[in-house]
């Protein structure tokens, strides 16, 4: 059974900062490009960030670029966020998923986190 399980969301004041984890089994993590969605309140799922299976390699929405890193873990099955400097407008659902060289997506039910002015 595939499960994709986000933890560490919550509210936080601008400025502050949040770690997300996307803790996955039933598939082989490692063979996976791993990303961070999110969704703001009436508005489309976009990317945040995305890391390559083998890790070095990452790339950013230009909203997040310099204060948000993506980062894995491997040996544990593990996707990170951490979230820097953050602002009202990070305010969304952020979402872990993870695609296969193949195609196949897999994705998590989601972290609130909140941004207070």
């Known amino acids: 059974q595939v499960q994709l399980v986000e933890s560490g969301g919550g509210l936080v004041?601008?400025?502050g900062s949040l770690r997300l984890?996307?803790?996955s089994s039933g598939f082989t993590f490692s063979m996976y490009v791993m990303s961070w969605?999110?969704?703001?309140?009436?508005?489309?799922?976009?990317?945040?960030a995305v890391i390559a299976s083998d890790g070095?390699?990452?790339n950013y929405a230009?909203?997040?670029?310099?204060?948000?890193?993506?980062?894995?873990?491997?040996?544990k099955n593990m996707v990170y966020l951490q979230m820097n400097s953050l602002k009202p407008e990070d305010t969304a659902v952020?979402?872990?998923?993870?695609?296969?060289?193949?195609?196949?997506?897999?994705?998590?039910?989601?972290?609130?986190?909140?941004v207070s002015s």
């Open 21 to 23: 984890s996307c803790a």
């Open 37 to 48: 969605y999110r969704q703001a309140p009436g508005k489309e799922r976009q990317l945040a």
């Open 13 to 15: 004041q601008a400025g």
């Open 62 to 75: 230009d909203s997040v670029k310099g204060r948000f890193t993506i980062s894995r873990d491997n040996a």
């Open 94 to 114: 952020y979402y872990c998923y993870a695609r296969a060289p193949w195609g196949r997506v897999y994705w998590g039910q989601g972290t609130q986190v909140t």
């Open 56 to 58: 070095p390699s990452t």
